[in-house]
């Protein structure tokens, strides 16, 4: 994916966390590993959103969804006003419920040919590195873990003010991912398993990807 391609992306999904209405609301977004690093092409863009859960209920809408759509839990699991203007991009889990990741997913990333992957998940991306970490090593996962060299975009409604100036210009640097895994406790030989590992993984994955995770 040309890089800035991929940052035009990044900065649309921004943009749409800032001002649009979402399935569910978002706290943070991300983008860690290959475009982070600078790299030009990218293999794939990985895109991390923080989602916060939603304080209020809808039972008409759920009730009224399940009967038209065959989804549940629209009002309860997504937004019931988002999932009125946006009833083309409801999606739902194997056990027929609205699936918030998958309905951010269609919603931030139109284009499902695109290498992107998004994850979603309700910590934020250095508490999840940290938990995906200690559970793939302890299930010796390690295809699992998060890539822990991110970059902070968005937070607590506010745009980071030079955050993607600096993507766009290649000026964060970072440790080799094996460098990176050893600074969260591991050691040498098992860091170096587990970026063999991450790396097959993710040279599995074709076009848009998601993955919903809860801590």
Same mark, same amino acid.
């Given at each position: 994916? *040309?890089?800035?391609?991929?940052?035009?992306?990044?900065?649309?999904?921004?943009?749409?966390?800032?001002?649009?209405?979402?399935?569910?609301?978002?706290?943070?977004?991300?983008?860690?590993?290959?475009?982070?690093?600078?790299?030009?092409?990218? *293999?794939?863009?990985?895109?991390?959103?923080?989602?916060?859960?939603?304080?209020?209920?809808?039972? *008409?809408?759920?009730?009224?969804?399940?009967?038209?759509?065959?989804?549940?839990?629209?009002?309860?699991?997504?937004?019931?006003?988002?999932?009125?203007?946006?009833?083309?991009?409801?999606?739902?889990?194997?056990?027929?419920?609205?699936?918030?990741?998958?309905?951010?997913?269609?919603?931030?990333?139109?284009?499902?040919?695109?290498?992107?992957?998004?994850?979603?998940?309700?910590?934020?991306?250095?508490?999840?590195?940290?938990?995906?970490?200690?559970?793939?090593?302890?299930?010796?996962?390690?295809?699992?873990?998060?890539?822990?060299?991110?970059?902070?975009?968005?937070?607590?409604?506010?745009?980071?003010?030079?955050?993607?100036?600096?993507?766009?210009?290649?000026?964060?640097?970072?440790?080799?991912?094996?460098?990176?895994?050893?600074?969260?406790?591991?050691?040498? *030989?098992?860091?170096?398993?587990?970026?063999?590992?991450?790396?097959?993984?993710?040279?599995?994955?074709?076009?848009?990807?998601?993955?919903?995770?809860?801590?």
């Amino acid at each position: 994916m *040309d890089r800035d391609a991929a940052l035009d992306r990044v900065a649309a999904v921004v943009d749409a966390v800032e001002s649009e209405t979402l399935p569910v609301p978002v706290r943070e977004v991300w983008v860690y590993g290959d475009v982070a690093l600078g790299l030009d092409p990218l *293999d794939r863009l990985d895109v991390y959103v923080t989602k916060d859960i939603l304080l209020r209920g809808d039972p *008409d809408a759920a009730e009224a969804f399940e009967r038209s759509h065959g989804v549940k839990g629209v009002g309860k699991s997504v937004r019931a006003e988002w999932a009125r203007e946006h009833p083309d991009l409801l999606r739902a889990n194997a056990n027929g419920y609205a699936a918030p990741e998958k309905c951010l997913a269609a919603h931030l990333l139109p284009d499902d040919d695109e290498p992107v992957h998004l994850e979603v998940c309700n910590a934020s991306f250095e508490d999840n590195v940290t938990q995906r970490l200690k559970g793939a090593v302890e299930r010796e996962a390690y295809e699992q873990i998060l890539d822990p060299r991110g970059v902070c975009l968005y937070a607590d409604g506010q745009r980071s003010s030079d955050a993607m100036s600096k993507l766009r210009n290649g000026e964060f640097a970072f440790p080799t991912l094996s460098g990176a895994l050893e600074m969260l406790g591991l050691e040498g *030989d098992e860091a170096e398993t587990a970026v063999e590992a991450m790396r097959a993984y993710r040279a599995e994955q074709t076009g848009t990807s998601v993955r919903g995770d809860v801590v």
